[in-house]
């Protein structure tokens, strides 16, 4: 039951791209309801997905790779929805959907067998830490998404300098919003780390591309709140932030091994 | 020496510095850190000796890296510090700006009641001027940059603290009264591998006394659940096993029961006893009768076997025992019982200021982030002209929040 919810959640994201893709095509304000109203469909179904497995697991279904990126994926959907319902521009129903449909097949390749808790995990802090791990991700997922749509809308030269500038500055406030939700990340993780296992910070490879990933929207913040830096290298700013994040979340798993792997 | 200091407390500076300190973060997550010499030069045969020489092994500590961290930290406190100075400038500078405004926004008698209840409510302070009344946001507003960064300072300086001034130490637990360094001492009354749920859970069971003679009373401590008793703190950090062997002496009636963690030799007399060697969680016993063991489980013990060597007048002869075997040996009786396990506790020292300092600034940090980016900092001069805004964030910003404030969708 649990599989099933899960691939037609995953089903029903491809087919959000697929119609989001068509109505950048088409341009018809029907198809981009449409496109929009499968994409609820698959976030509702992702909802219900997340909660089914927190109750046949009886805790909060964030502790594997498998279980963040499907908790990833619900909260890309979430923010591109709310966001939805103020901003109307093409391409980020696109791009947003890509991004749930890309991390929710992610979440495909890992193993789905829902394990016992390991005792360091059971704590108060795990879902506070994780929880905001999910929004920070997300926060910047969707910032580098609205800085895409920007680099691909600033090509075409013609565009009015005020659609931009808003673009610019969405992707800019997500950013910040995401970066509070990762310092919560961070600390949360040392609060936990040190009633765990004594030290707040053991440089193990999650906690350092954590910092590494943080260093690098701490100095996209500075460029531009303090450089003054806009538009197009900030877009490109976000895009290298959220390369960051995708290792930190992705590559470290796969490639090191640490207190995080949990292997 | 003026140009110096600007130098120092630049951001340019700061940029600059964190492109090696984002190097070193690489090198050290890709190097494993830590390990053995042998372990560098069988995984990076090639390159090993370039690791040990450069010291990427342990990349963190560094005289490289702490100097950097160091200087960081030197840039950020001159740098929060200027920006403390320079906060009272801002303001007033925002408050001449908003009064000054030529081009203002209109503003019905209803928009501005509203938007003069709304600032009020939002403790934005009221100032009557001579062309109209100017509301400024809150001071701690003002301040969220500057918490932000003396925050991000005292975690630097809370870190400098730990390195320098907490120790922590591992010591094997077992079952009754233990010795520690420094004169505390532990009892250990359980310890447990499982809850009574049968799920995962190591719990130690335990009193501390410290070396004055104060007694922490029975508590318990798990994975999580560390406990925090005088200046140290005790973490649930690992566990083992160890055979138990009673010993009894017939001639005098002493009786000792020992906790065997690793082989050797038990002798009440000094030279015939018994040499122990392991034991092992369980065992399979063939068709022929061989018994074969089973050196791990899961760290269950369901059918423990004792391996010994029995010595007696510089006889050696290798025996097998079960819990609740007994064996005589000249003027001792050695008996087997179930093994025991028992927990590796963690004991760390660390200064409480350290703590203090660590939490504060974490808490200030998430206060001073939240200020940065979600507070209004601005002063707003309102007349019948029309009302206009000075402050932090671009114009259509301020002006997105101040119609906010009057009810405006955004
Ligand atoms: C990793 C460490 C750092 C973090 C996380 C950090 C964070 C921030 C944040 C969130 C802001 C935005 C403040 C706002 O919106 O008002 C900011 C602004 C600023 N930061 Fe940093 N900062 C760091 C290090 C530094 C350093 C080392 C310097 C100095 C060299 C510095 C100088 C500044 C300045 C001048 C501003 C603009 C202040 C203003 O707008 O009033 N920061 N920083």
Known sequence: MLDILFFGTLIVYFLAVVAHFLALAFRKEQIIRAAWAVFYAGFALNTVFIIARGVTAGRLPLSNQFEFATAFAWCIALMAIVLHRGVREPWIGALTSAAAFLILSFAALQPRKISELMPALRSAWFGFHIGSAVFSYSAFMIAACISLRYLLLQKSATEEEERLSSLDYLSYRLTAFGFLMLTLTILSGCIWAEQAWSAFWTWDPKETWALITWLIYAAYLHLRLQKKWRGKRMAVFSLIGIVCVLFTFIGVNVLFTGLHSYK | ?410
């Not at chain 2, 100097?67 to 009272?88: D, E, K, W």
């Not at chain 2, 300086?157 to 077992?174: H, K, N, P, Q």
């Not at chain 2, 087997?336 to 703590?355: A, C, D, L, N, Q």
């Open chain 2, 1 to 410: 020496m003026k140009k110096t200091l600007t130098f120092l407390r630049s951001m340019r500076f700061g940029l600059l510095l964190l492109l090696p300190v984002l190097v070193c973060s690489v090198l050290g997550s890709i190097v494993p850190q830590g390990e053995a010499e042998s372990y560098y030069a069988s995984v990076f045969p090639g390159s090993y000796h370039l690791i040990l020489g450069l010291g990427l092994d342990h990349v963190f500590r560094t005289w490289v890296f702490l100097a950097l961290t160091a200087l960081f930290g030197v840039n950020l406190l001159l740098c929060s510090i200027s920006q403390y100075r320079a906060v009272p400038a801002k303001k007033t500078a925002a408050v001449f700006k908003a009064l000054r405004a030529e081009d203002r926004e209109p503003l019905t008698a209803e928009q501005r009641n509203a938007l003069e209840i709304s600032l009020k409510r939002r403790f934005w302070q009221k100032e009557e001027g001579e062309t109209g009344t100017v509301y400024t946001s809150p001071a701690w507003t003002w301040y969220g940059s500057v918490i932000t960064h003396f925050a991000i300072f005292g975690i630097l300086l809370g870190a400098a603290g730990i390195f320098g001034m907490s120790r922590t130490a591992d010591y094997e637990i077992m079952p009754g009264e233990n010795r520690l360094p420094g004169n505390v001492s532990i009892r250990l009354d359980d310890f447990k591998v499982r809850d009574d749920s049968g799920r995962i859970d190591y719990v130690s069971t335990l009193e501390i006394t410290d070396a004055s003679g104060r007694s922490s009373g029975v508590r318990e401590i798990r994975v999580n659940k560390p406990l925090r008793f005088g200046s140290n703190k005790y973490y649930q950090q690992t566990y083992g096993a160890a055979g138990t062997v009673h010993v009894s002496v017939k001639a005098t009636g002493e009786e000792t029961t020992l906790f065997m963690r690793e082989p050797g030799m038990i002798s009440a007399g000094g030279k015939d006893g018994v040499w122990y060697d392991n034991v092992y969680p369980g065992y399979v016993i063939d068709e022929a009768g061989n018994i074969t063991v089973i050196p791990q489980t899961s760290g269950e013990y369901a059918d423990p076997v004792y391996y010994f060597i029995r010595i007696e007048n510089g006889v050696m002869t290798p025996m097998m025992a079960f819990p609740g075997d007994r064996v005589e040996v000249s003027d001792a009786v050695y008996t087997f019982s179930e093994p025991v396990h028992y927990p590796g506790i963690r004991v760390k020292t660390t200064p409480v200021w350290i703590y203090a300092l660590l939490y504060l600034s974490f808490a200030a940090l998430i206060a001073g982030l939240y200020l940065c980016f979600f507070a209004s900092v601005a002063s707003v001069s309102v007349e019948d002209g029309g009302w206009s805004a000075a402050g932090k964030g671009s114009e259509e910003e301020l002006r997105q929040r101040i119609n906010a404030f009057m009810g405006k969708g955004i």
